[in-house]
């Protein structure tokens, strides 16, 4: 059984970077477009990125020019590079095929606060 686990999240400040990573332990990638997404408290979950199975990155207009998704398909692990971080960009962090095919892992938290 796939598990999702995400990680690389922590507290940084305005204009920081951060990487997270996401690892599909158990399975493999290669099939799948890989999508980050984000919930902020009391907000609903929102899509971040999406990179396709040939590798072709697409970004919500929020964070476009900043972030930068990647995958590497031999270790089954996709990233988001997050650069110039924003307070708003502070969320839990989830990673996902687009289809959802998997259960949700538990996120990892990103806060941007000075």
């Known amino acids: 059984q796939v598990q999702l686990v995400e990680s690389g999240g922590g507290l940084v400040q305005p204009g920081g970077s951060l990487r997270l990573s996401c690892t599909f332990s158990g399975g493999i990638i290669h099939p799948y477009d890989v999508r980050w997404s984000r919930q902020a408290p009391g907000k609903e979950r929102e899509w971040v990125a999406t990179?396709?199975?040939?590798?072709?990155?697409l970004y919500s207009d929020s964070v476009k020019g900043r972030f930068s998704i990647s995958r590497d398909n031999s270790k089954n692990m996709v990233f988001l590079q997050m650069n110039s971080l924003k307070p708003e960009d502070t969320a839990v962090y989830f990673c996902n095929s687009i289809e959802e095919t998997f259960a949700w892992g538990q996120g990892t938290q990103v806060t941007v606060s000075s």
């Open positions: 990179v396709t199975r040939t590798r072709i990155p």
